[in-house]
C-alpha cells in the first residue's frame, strides 16, 4: 500500500536558468517535484497524474529516476502532454516564456484537455496516510477522491494554485483551502488574499481559514509555518544553497511538508523538513532523480533547519 499519495501535472518545462542557459523539455509540472520532495523523506510514495500518448522515452526515464510508484499515472491517446516555458523574474517569481514554450493561456488549456479525463485511485493508493494534492480546479475528480480519503481518516495536504495575477479562481480555491487538513499557498496569493506584507498579518490570517497546518512559500525569504495545536507561529529561512533552477522548488517542498507532518504534527518540525526537500530541487535543473545518499543527507540537514527557525 502506498502511504503517500501525489496528485500534480507532469509538464514538459523549457526553461531559462538563473545563469541565462536554456535546458528544453525537462520533466516538470509540479507532479514529479511534490513526489520527489516527499520521497527523501518516505519509501512509499505515489504519483497520481497524466501524460498524453507523445510522452517522451527520455522523459519516462526522468520520471522513474524519481523513484515513486507510478501506478497512478495514466497515458491518454490523441492528448498532447502540456509543454511550458518559463524563466524568472528579479523577484524571484515565474514568468512564462513563449520563446521557450506555451504561454500561460496555452498552457492552462492544454492542461485543462487532459484534466477533464478522470483518472481512479489504483488499489494501492485507497487507504494513505496523505494525499497531496496541487490544482488550480477545486472542482476536478481527484478533489473528491481526496475529501473521500479524508473522511476515512488520510490526510488532506493541499498546495492550492491561486491565481494572483486576476483572481478568478479565488474563491473557490479558498473553499477547497477551508476544507483542508494542511495548506501551503505561495507568498503571492498568500499575501493578496490577507491583504498585507507583513508575514505576522499574513499568517494569522491563514491560520482563521481552517487547515491545522499552513505553510507560507516565500522564496529567498524562507518560508512561515503554523498549527493548531502549538498555536507558534515561524519563519524557516532557506537552507543554504546554490541556486541553479528553483522550477518546482515550492512543489517539493508541499511534498516534504506533508511527510513531516504526518511523522511530527509539529509545524516548525513539518517545514524542516519541506525546506531540506526544497533545496534538492533548485540545485539541478527540472526534476532530481533519486539516489540513497539523498536520504543521509538529508537527515544531516535537518536538525540545522530547525536550529536556524525563529519566531514571528
Request: glycine share 12%.
Amino acid at each position: 500500500m502506498i502511504d503517500f499519495a501525489i496528485y500534480g501535472k507532469i509538464i514538459l518545462d523549457s526553461i531559462r536558468l538563473l545563469d541565462g542557459r536554456v535546458v528544453r523539455r525537462v520533466l516538470g509540472g509540479g507532479g514529479p517535484q511534490a513526489a520527489f520532495g516527499a520521497r527523501v523523506w518516505h519509501d512509499s510514495v505515489g504519483l497520481l497524474s497524466r501524460v498524453g500518448d507523445d510522452f517522451p522515452a527520455g522523459n519516462q526515464a526522468e520520471l522513474e529516476a524519481v523513484g515513486v510508484d507510478l501506478q497512478g499515472v495514466v497515458r491518454f491517446a490523441g492528448i498532447p502532454t502540456p509543454h511550458g516555458g518559463l524563466q524568472y523574474t528579479d523577484s524571484e517569481y515565474r514568468a512564462d516564456d513563449p520563446q521557450l514554450g506555451l504561454d500561460l493561456a496555452g498552457l492552462t488549456l492544454a492542461i485543462e484537455k487532459l484534466i477533464v479525463h478522470p483518472i481512479g485511485l489504483p488499489a494501492d493508493y485507497q487507504n494513505p496516510r496523505c494525499i497531496h494534492l496541487i490544482t488550480e480546479f477545486a472542482d476536478e475528480p481527484m478533489v473528491q477522491n481526496a475529501l473521500a480519503l479524508q473522511a476515512a481518516g488520510s490526510i488532506f495536504s493541499l498546495e492550492p494554485l491561486i491565481w494572483s495575477d486576476d483572481w478568478r479562481n479565488r474563491e473557490e480555491m479558498l473553499a477547497l483551502v477551508r476544507l483542508a487538513d494542511t495548506v501551503t499557498p505561495d507568498w503571492p496569493a498568500a499575501s493578496g488574499i490577507a491583504g498585507s506584507d507583513d508575514p505576522l498579518t499574513v499568517m494569522r490570517y491563514w491560520s482563521t481559514l481552517g487547515p491545522a497546518l499552513v505553510a507560507v512559500r516565500h522564496g529567498s525569504h524562507g518560508s512561515y509555518v503554523w498549527d493548531r495545536e502549538h498555536d507558534e507561529m515561524w519563519c524557516l529561512p532557506p537552507v543554504p544553497v546554490a541556486a541553479v533552477d528553483p522550477t518546482g522548488a515550492g512543489n517539493a517542498y508541499g511534498g516534504g511538508l506533508c511527510v513531516g507532518w504526518a511523522l511530527g504534527r509539529e509545524a516548525r518540525l513539518a517545514g524542516a523538513y519541506a525546506a531540506i526537500s526544497a533545496m534538492f530541487v533548485v540545485r539541478t535543473p527540472g526534476t532530481p532523480s533519486w539516489r540513497p545518499g539523498l536520504r543521509t543527507e538529508a537527515v544531516e540537514g535537518l536538525e540545522r533547519a530547525i536550529e536556524t527557525a525563529y519566531r514571528l
